[in-house]
């Protein structure tokens, strides 16, 4: 059973800065790439970023390409997003997502929410102009 958990939302004035984490267990690490997703009411849920299961390949959202950062501490089994220079526009709720990728290291569909097999419950982020 893979279990992820999302922690770090909050508000934050425009401008400013969050790192959200996804806690997960060892064997998600293992064989998972993670996947960072956000999503509003009555949209679809989008792609933010995604980093491959050994953490050496790390894909972003033109939307927030060039200030926000994912990575991983293994020895943490987490996964990080640092996200700068915030906008109203990424208000959202923020969800982690895992997609089993064995003995390889990332998919072709990381982007797509439907290609992950377990998702966190979320974290709200609220910037404000």
């Known amino acids: 059973q893979v279990q992820l958990e999302e922690s770090g939302g909050g508000l934050v004035q425009a401008g400013g800065s969050l790192s959200l984490s996804c806690a997960a267990s060892?064997?998600?690490?293992?064989?998972?790439?993670i996947g960072w997703f956000r999503q509003v009411p009555g949209k679809e849920r989008e792609f933010v970023a995604a980093?491959?299961?050994?953490?050496?390949?790390?894909f972003y959202a033109d939307s927030v390409k060039g200030r926000t950062i994912i990575f991983k501490d293994s020895a943490k089994n987490t996964v990080y997003l640092q996200m700068n220079s915030l906008k109203p526009e990424d208000t959202a709720v923020y969800y982690c997502?895992?997609?089993?990728?064995?003995?390889?290291?990332?998919?072709?569909?990381?982007?797509?929410?439907?290609?992950?097999?377990?998702w966190g419950q979320g974290t709200q982020v609220t910037v404000s102009s």
């Open positions: 997502a895992a997609n089993w990728v064995g003995s390889g290291d990332r998919s072709s569909a990381y982007a797509t929410p439907s290609a992950y097999d377990y």
């Open positions: 980093i491959s299961r050994t953490g050496s390949n790390t």
């Open positions: 060892r064997r998600t690490f293992t064989y998972y790439e």
